[in-house]
């Protein structure tokens, strides 16, 4: 098995991709943070969710967005699957709940922070 983590970029890019569904969860309530870490700068991106929306595109066929606001993302080239569920319940369940919905494949991987 190989790790991402230990194989460059230029590498991965070449890699088969896997034909598995990635939701990244980027709707949280930030309590702890203050402040919406999915739109923080990260490592010279414009905000870590695309940070990690960039490196996970590398190693799935499709990846997704998880979010209460898909317009807070705009900055992001990636399909975001917006809470249906209230704006006000900030629980994985409803990001789960929607993606279920939304996307009709068997085979998914969910990313979290």
Do not use: N, W
């Given at each position: 098995m190989v790790c991402f983590t230990d194989v460059s970029?230029?590498?991965?890019?070449?890699?088969?991709?896997?034909?598995?569904?990635?939701?990244?969860?980027a709707g949280g309530k930030s309590s702890r943070m203050g402040k919406n870490k999915a739109l923080l700068p990260f490592a010279g991106k414009a905000s870590l969710?695309?940070?990690?929306?960039?490196?996970?595109?590398?190693?799935?066929?499709?990846?997704?967005?998880?979010?209460?606001?898909?317009?807070?993302?705009?900055?992001?080239?990636?399909e975001v699957i917006e809470d249906e569920i209230g704006?006000?319940?900030?629980?994985?369940?409803?990001?789960f709940v929607n993606i279920f919905r939304h996307l009709k494949t068997d085979n998914m991987l969910f990313a979290m922070s």
């Open positions: 970029l230029e590498k991965r890019e070449k890699m088969a991709l896997h034909p598995i569904v990635c939701v990244l969860f969710a695309g940070y990690q929306y960039e490196r996970l595109k590398t190693i799935f066929e499709r990846v997704y967005l998880s979010a209460k606001d898909k317009t807070l993302f705009d900055h992001i080239d990636a704006k006000e319940v900030y629980a994985p369940t409803a990001g």
